[in-house]
């Protein structure tokens, strides 16, 4: 049974284990490998201690995959905004756990008291976009060619959520 629970510090290789294995599909994300453990640890602990969202799907000892939103810089003016990261473990995917992974970070970050949830998301990733839309985010906006990975373009699109509507 794939359990979703808030990160923990024994989590963090795993977490860069799944974050790793996703970012070398070259689809998904914006990276291509995982940074050094060093960088994983540093993040993630900072991330525990602030007690921003940041939750784990495990399936028994394994983390399968990861949803976070961090809130951008007060200084800067977005410290109200947050910036969602997930990924789920290809082997399970189309299984509700990306689902169950955004649902408990969109509760934290209202109860944190964000405003909103910034993402960006490939075009081409429709099972993702289908899912986000569905959680009631919406299209802001969409950079053309914002990708050239591997001798293909990507548009990248802009999708938010304003979570001061409970509906």
Known sequence: MIIVRAI????????????????????????????????????????????????????????????????????????????????VHRDYRRQGIGRRLLEATIAKSRERGLEKIELTVYASNVPAISLYQKLGFVEEGRKKRGRFLDGFYDDVLLMALDLRNKG
Do not use: M
């Open 8 to 87: 923990r510090e024994e989590d963090i290789p795993a977490f860069r284990e799944v974050l790793d294995s996703v970012a070398r599909e070259r689809r998904y994300l914006a990276l291509v490998e995982a940074p050094p453990l060093e960088s994983a640890k540093a993040f993630v602990g900072a991330v525990i201690k602030a007690g921003h969202a940041q939750f784990v799907a495990v399936d028994e000892a394994r983390i399968v995959g990861w949803c976070d939103a961090l809130p951008g810089d007060a200084a800067a003016g977005t410290a109200h905004i947050g910036r969602l990261g997930t990924g």
